[in-house]
Protein backbone atom coordinates (compact mmCIF):
# COMPACT_ATOMS: atom_id res chain seq x y z
CA UNK A 1 0.00 0.00 0.00
CA UNK A 2 1.79 2.99 -1.06
CA UNK A 3 5.19 1.74 -0.20
CA UNK A 4 3.70 1.42 3.06
CA UNK A 5 4.94 -1.88 5.07
CA UNK A 6 2.33 -4.06 6.54
CA UNK A 7 0.37 -2.78 9.88
CA UNK A 8 -2.86 -4.09 9.99
CA UNK A 9 -3.14 -1.63 12.81
CA UNK A 10 -2.77 1.07 9.59
CA UNK A 11 -5.29 -0.51 7.20
CA UNK A 12 -8.30 1.00 6.53
CA UNK A 13 -11.27 -0.23 4.82
CA UNK A 14 -12.70 1.97 1.57
CA UNK A 15 -14.96 3.95 3.91
CA UNK A 16 -11.98 5.26 5.77
CA UNK A 17 -12.64 3.15 8.82
CA UNK A 18 -10.79 0.09 10.82
CA UNK A 19 -11.16 -2.71 8.31
CA UNK A 20 -12.99 -5.41 10.08
CA UNK A 21 -12.43 -9.39 9.48
CA UNK A 22 -13.97 -10.55 6.47
CA UNK A 23 -14.44 -14.87 7.48
CA UNK A 24 -12.79 -16.77 9.46
CA UNK A 25 -14.93 -19.52 8.38
CA UNK A 26 -13.52 -20.60 6.10
CA UNK A 27 -10.15 -18.52 6.67
CA UNK A 28 -9.51 -15.89 4.31
CA UNK A 29 -7.00 -13.38 3.60
CA UNK A 30 -3.78 -13.35 1.79
CA UNK A 31 -2.06 -13.99 5.17
CA UNK A 32 -4.75 -16.22 6.46
CA UNK A 33 -6.16 -14.00 8.91
CA UNK A 34 -9.46 -13.63 8.36
CA UNK A 35 -8.95 -9.86 7.46
CA UNK A 36 -8.20 -8.58 3.91
CA UNK A 37 -4.61 -7.33 4.70
CA UNK A 38 -2.23 -6.43 2.32
CA UNK A 39 1.47 -5.87 1.85
CA UNK A 40 3.91 -5.73 -0.87
CA UNK A 41 3.95 -9.71 -0.72
CA UNK A 42 0.31 -9.65 -2.23
CA UNK A 43 0.85 -9.22 -5.63
CA UNK A 44 -2.73 -10.44 -6.27
CA UNK A 45 -4.38 -7.55 -4.37
CA UNK A 46 -6.43 -9.88 -2.41
CA UNK A 47 -8.39 -7.03 -0.84
CA UNK A 48 -12.23 -7.01 -2.05
CA UNK A 49 -14.27 -8.63 0.77
CA UNK A 50 -16.91 -10.46 -1.25
CA UNK A 51 -20.08 -12.83 -0.50
CA UNK A 52 -19.78 -16.17 -2.94
CA UNK A 53 -22.76 -16.64 -5.47
CA UNK A 54 -23.11 -19.40 -7.76
CA UNK A 55 -23.06 -17.27 -10.87
CA UNK A 56 -19.49 -15.88 -9.56
CA UNK A 57 -18.47 -19.20 -8.90
CA UNK A 58 -18.89 -20.49 -11.97
CA UNK A 59 -17.85 -17.46 -13.72
CA UNK A 60 -14.48 -17.38 -11.98
CA UNK A 61 -14.08 -21.14 -12.53
CA UNK A 62 -14.92 -20.80 -16.11
CA UNK A 63 -11.97 -17.95 -16.19
CA UNK A 64 -8.89 -20.05 -14.26
CA UNK A 65 -9.83 -19.76 -10.96
CA UNK A 66 -11.51 -22.75 -9.36
CA UNK A 67 -12.66 -21.34 -6.05
CA UNK A 68 -15.37 -24.10 -5.89
CA UNK A 69 -12.87 -27.53 -5.61
CA UNK A 70 -11.40 -28.20 -2.42
CA UNK A 71 -7.48 -28.68 -2.14
CA UNK A 72 -6.77 -30.70 0.95
CA UNK A 73 -3.31 -29.98 0.27
CA UNK A 74 -3.42 -26.12 0.65
CA UNK A 75 -5.81 -26.64 3.55
CA UNK A 76 -8.75 -25.53 1.34
CA UNK A 77 -12.01 -26.74 1.82
CA UNK A 78 -13.65 -24.69 -1.56
CA UNK A 79 -16.21 -21.90 -1.00
CA UNK A 80 -19.70 -22.37 -1.89
CA UNK A 81 -22.39 -19.25 -2.28
CA UNK A 82 -22.92 -17.70 0.74
CA UNK A 83 -19.11 -17.74 1.75
CA UNK A 84 -17.09 -14.28 2.31
CA UNK A 85 -13.58 -14.66 0.55
CA UNK A 86 -10.95 -11.72 0.18
CA UNK A 87 -11.02 -11.54 -3.77
CA UNK A 88 -8.30 -10.22 -5.98
CA UNK A 89 -9.52 -6.70 -6.67
CA UNK A 90 -8.42 -7.31 -10.71
CA UNK A 91 -10.65 -10.26 -10.53
CA UNK A 92 -13.69 -8.83 -8.89
CA UNK A 93 -13.79 -5.67 -11.65
CA UNK A 94 -13.36 -8.57 -14.45
CA UNK A 95 -16.83 -10.06 -12.89
CA UNK A 96 -18.03 -6.42 -12.30
CA UNK A 97 -18.01 -5.61 -16.39
CA UNK A 98 -18.91 -9.46 -17.06
CA UNK A 99 -22.26 -9.30 -14.93
CA UNK A 100 -21.36 -11.01 -12.07
CA UNK A 101 -19.61 -9.70 -9.75
CA UNK A 102 -20.55 -10.75 -5.71
CA UNK A 103 -21.74 -8.80 -3.34
CA UNK A 104 -18.76 -6.66 -1.42
CA UNK A 105 -18.85 -6.03 2.28
CA UNK A 106 -17.37 -2.10 2.58
CA UNK A 107 -16.29 -1.99 6.10
CA UNK A 108 -13.98 -5.58 5.34
CA UNK A 109 -12.64 -4.10 1.73
CA UNK A 110 -9.34 -2.92 1.87
CA UNK A 111 -8.83 0.50 0.79
CA UNK A 112 -5.67 -0.26 -1.46
CA UNK A 113 -8.76 -2.15 -3.61
CA UNK A 114 -8.82 1.84 -4.82
CA UNK A 115 -6.10 1.57 -6.63
CA UNK A 116 -7.75 -0.19 -8.86
CA UNK A 117 -11.35 -0.07 -8.36
CA UNK A 118 -14.13 2.74 -8.45
CA UNK A 119 -15.75 3.12 -4.82
CA UNK A 120 -18.86 4.02 -6.49
CA UNK A 121 -19.28 0.60 -8.07
CA UNK A 122 -18.11 -1.18 -5.12
CA UNK A 123 -20.88 0.63 -3.10
CA UNK A 124 -23.07 -0.16 -6.05
CA UNK A 125 -22.28 -3.98 -5.18
CA UNK A 126 -22.57 -3.04 -1.20
CA UNK A 127 -23.87 -6.13 1.09
CA UNK A 128 -23.62 -3.64 4.42
Request: net charge neutral.
Amino acid sequence: MDGENFNENRQLNVLGGRLVSCATKPLTGFFRDGCCHTGPQDAGSHTVCAIMSDEFLTYSQRAGNDLSTPRPEFHFSGLKSGDRWCLCAARWEQARQAGVAPKVILKATNRAALALLNLDDLKAHAAD
